[in-house]
């Protein structure tokens, strides 16, 4: 088999307003991304999503399509798509990073493949591992603590049992907005917290063990992107698992993370970590030292998540019923671009076990959004 044709169209959809979410990275209240097709000669096309917000990789809607066009589907021209190895080294040689945008083509081979073969990606994972239902965590903005205790309880009354908090900000409020959820939410709800690089490690602990009463089950990416000792340290020095996210995009910052014992879980997603390939190898590298993994989210629409998705369902080691992830992306949208959107109910997500991605793109449909 061999590509025929790779194109990418720029497309922008609000975000429901009352599901913005605001990080001490980025308040995201649109969600400007790529969907890729990829055509062969036997016939069969797929698609990808790059989910890109410049703040997080460095990538944009316009930057994926126009090294998508300029650089890296004429490097893919006549390549077989079922040579995942080879069009990786293709993509790694000719682009330097842009890891959603690789991503997004990555994807729409798997998805080919999955059609060639008549089976779901999470067969040619190795899987099924677990349940096509997925349960998620809520991820919850950084507001002021008392919105966030009213957010929480609501959440939880929409059927969530684990509420991840955004911190990061400043340490008095995110101590504050912590306290707050886990008096209103009561004792049995799970609470995680997220601080996307915003600490130092000094902070990290010094919050952490302010936090000590509240329970916490996870604390996620506390301290700077690059730094593996200083997530070593906090994860020395603090009670709950450490996770690692938002400095781990490849094999060798998981390499660097396990060397240093710098975390408990790694937050894995095929966006981030340049396509399910590449997310499955550090899942695996993951797993022989003893390193969970969970799935990681960039508020994905539904191509994007049914990847993410295929990939928890074909990899033991995604441990998503002791961690649960983020993979509720397009529940946030105000629209939804597919002819079949994946069922998100009750804190969960299912993923259909049709060939390939299971997603079908309405083109129609996305033109309303095209940028
Ligand atoms: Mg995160």
């Given amino acids: 088999m061999k590509i025929t044709a790779i194109e990418a169209f720029a497309a922008a959809i609000p975000v429901r307003p009352e599901m913005a979410i605001k990080s001490s990275r980025v308040h995201h209240r649109i969600s400007p991304f790529a969907l890729v097709r990829v055509d062969t000669d036997a016939g069969l096309s797929g698609v990808g999503e790059a989910t890109t917000m410049p703040n997080w990789s460095g990538e ?189 995009f490849d094999l060798i910052h998981a390499r660097e993370l396990i060397r240093h014992q710098a975390c408990d879980v790694i937050s894995v997603y095929p966006g981030k970590n340049g396509g399910i390939r590449k997310s499955a190898e550090i899942v695996q590298l993951a797993a022989e030292h003893g390193v969970a993994c969970s799935i990681g989210s960039n508020l994905e629409w539904d191509v994007a998540t049914a990847a993410m998705g295929h990939l928890v369902i074909g990899l033991e080691n995604m441990q998503v019923e002791k961690f649960p992830g983020d993979i509720l992306g397009p529940w946030y949208h105000a629209d939804r671009i597919v002819k079949q959107p994946l069922l998100i109910d009750r804190a969960a997500c299912t993923i259909p076990n049709a060939p390939g991605l299971g997603i079908e793109v309405d083109w129609e449909k996305l033109k309303r959004y095209q940028t």
């Fill in 60 to 248: 944009t809607s316009s930057t994926a399509c126009s090294i998508i066009r300029e650089i890296l589907a004429p490097a893919l021209l006549e390549q077989d798509p079922l040579d995942g190895v080879r069009l990786d080294a293709i993509m790694d040689k000719a682009v330097n990073h842009n890891w959603f945008t690789k991503a997004a083509i990555e994807m729409a081979c798997w998805d080919i493949r999955g059609k060639a073969e008549n089976r779901p990606v999470y067969e040619l994972l190795g899987g099924p591992c677990r349940s096509r239902t997925i349960p998620a965590r809520f991820s919850m903005a950084a507001y002021d603590p008392a919105t966030a205790a009213v957010k929480a309880v609501e959440r939880v009354g929409w059927g969530f049992t684990t509420i991840k908090i955004k911190v990061g900000t400043d340490p008095e409020q995110d101590i504050a907005r912590v306290r707050a959820v886990r008096e209103a939410v009561g004792p049995e709800i799970a609470i995680m917290v997220d601080a996307n690089c915003g600490w130092d490690a000094q902070t990290a602990i010094r919050c952490c063990h302010a936090l000590e009463d509240c329970n916490l089950s996870l604390v996620e990416q506390p301290t700077p992107d690059g730094d593996y000792a200083a997530l070593a340290r906090v994860r020395r020095e603090i009670t709950p698992p450490v996770m690692a996210d938002d400095m781990c």
